[in-house]
């Protein structure tokens, strides 16, 4: 049973940067894809990255691209997502989350059959 546990949210002004980090418990064997998602009030969650923890190839949507990087320290069994030049509009609760895949199923955008989710961290970011 895969537990994910969340850390490093918090408030940053616009143009400011916040690391998050993902714990993963419980993973055994390979083929794990770590995703990160965000879901801002009143609107649909949005995956945001994601990141195949076999050979650490990387996908990130469009919205972040640029600002955003995924990464992971294996030694740690931790995923991050370092948030550069955030944006008011990045406010949302972020979740890590993960699923056994082929890497195919862990990039190109394919945000669905994830089985594992963590709790959530909260980003707020002020204008």
């Known amino acids: 049973q895969v537990q994910l546990v969340e850390s490093g949210g918090g408030s940053v002004q616009a143009g400011g940067s916040l690391r998050l980090s993902c714990a993963v418990f419980g993973f055994t064997g390979s083929y794990l894809c770590m995703g990160w998602f965000r879901q801002a009030p009143g609107k649909e969650r949005e995956g945001v990255a994601t990141?195949?923890?076999?050979?650490?190839?990387?996908y990130v949507a469009d919205s972040v691209k640029g600002r955003f990087t995924i990464s992971q320290e294996n030694a740690k069994n931790t995923v991050y997502l370092q948030m550069n030049s955030l944006k008011p509009e990045d406010t949302a609760m972020y979740y890590c989350a993960a699923k056994y895949t082929g890497r195919s199923m862990c990039s190109g955008g394919y945000w669905g059959g994830y089985n594992y989710w963590g709790q959530g961290t909260q980003v707020t970011v002020s204008s």
């Open positions: 990141i195949y923890t076999s050979d650490g190839s990387t």
